[in-house]
């Protein structure tokens, strides 16, 4: 599956360790990850990740293209729930397209450890085969069909 890792700023440290903790599912499938989130989590954990843009410069416009494509399985994304005094309104109108495109495309999206734990217990016990359908090119799904044989 192609799985898409994202953090404010806040949650980067809480994003690194949960995929420490969650290596072992994590690096049975393709992960990318905005710039910053993706360099902390692959040094930290020694997954391998797809570095995008940083979220600010176009990355998380980059995942919510791949997710318009079907390109992307499953997302986590670690949200700040602390505001800026001054919102940045044009970074929010991303995040809830981002979110809004999960919607549309029927993508799993946790925004919070909790459910991103729930996203991960269902991952590794299969639950999201049925993606297989929609996203038959996914390096994953390739793989995993060669195995059957």
Not at 2 to 16: C, G, N, P, Q, V
Not at 27 to 52: M, P, Q
Request: negative net charge; glycine residues 4%.
């Amino acid at each position: 599956m192609e799985i898409a890792i994202i953090a404010h700023d806040s949650k980067k440290e809480l994003m690194t360790q949960f995929c420490i903790a969650y290596c072992g599912v994590l690096s049975k499938h393709n992960v990318s990850a905005t710039a910053v989130t993706g360099k902390y989590v692959s040094d930290a954990s020694g997954l391998e990740i797809e570095r995008l843009l940083a979220g600010k410069q176009g990355g998380v416009q980059q995942i919510a293209s791949r997710i318009a494509y079907d390109e992307i399985d499953l997302v986590l994304f670690f949200r700040a729930t602390n505001q800026p005094e001054v919102p940045n309104r044009e970074q929010e109108d991303l995040e809830a397209n981002l979110i809004r495109m999960c919607d549309l495309h029927n993508i799993p999206i946790a925004t919070n450890i909790a459910t991103a734990e729930a996203l991960i217990a269902a991952l590794e016990r299969g639950d999201f085969d049925w993606r297989e359908t929609i996203n038959p090119r996914s390096e994953y799904n390739r793989r995993k069909k060669v195995k059957r044989y």
